[in-house]
């Protein structure tokens, strides 16, 4: 069975830096394309950034503040996150999306 689960959120100033994990179960993450998104409340979710081996694309609410990343021999996936704003407060989730398959979220608060 094909599961993610995300880990690392939480509440932080503004300016501060988390870092998010996405681990997979029931499958590697080796070879797969693999992303992360948030929703806020309120608003459709949003496509953060994608991986897919070498190759790394954001969006631009993130490009240069965010970075994608994988550790194939731990099967996960990061997300580190600096500079935070109160605007990125949203639940974050990761995808493999060669397989549909998503996590089911982890929450970060950016509040002072």
């Known amino acids: 069975h094909a599961q993610l689960v995300e880990s690392g959120g939480g509440l932080v100033q503004p300016g501060g830096s988390l870092r998010l994990a996405c681990t997979a179960s029931?499958?590697?993450?080796?070879?797969?394309?693999v992303s992360w998104h948030r929703q806020a409340p309120g608003k459709e979710r949003e496509l953060l950034a994608t991986?897919?081996?070498?190759?790394?694309n954001y969006a631009d609410s993130v490009k240069g503040r965010f970075t994608i990343s994988r550790d194939n021999a731990k099967n996960t996936v990061y997300l580190q996150m600096t500079s935070l704003k109160p605007d990125d407060t949203a639940v974050y989730y990761c995808?493999?999306?060669?397989?549909?398959?998503w996590g089911q979220g982890t929450q970060v608060t950016v509040s002072s």
């Open positions: 029931g499958f590697t993450f080796s070879g797969q394309v």
């Open positions: 991986n897919a081996g070498v190759f790394s």
């Open positions: 995808k493999c999306d060669t397989r549909g398959v």
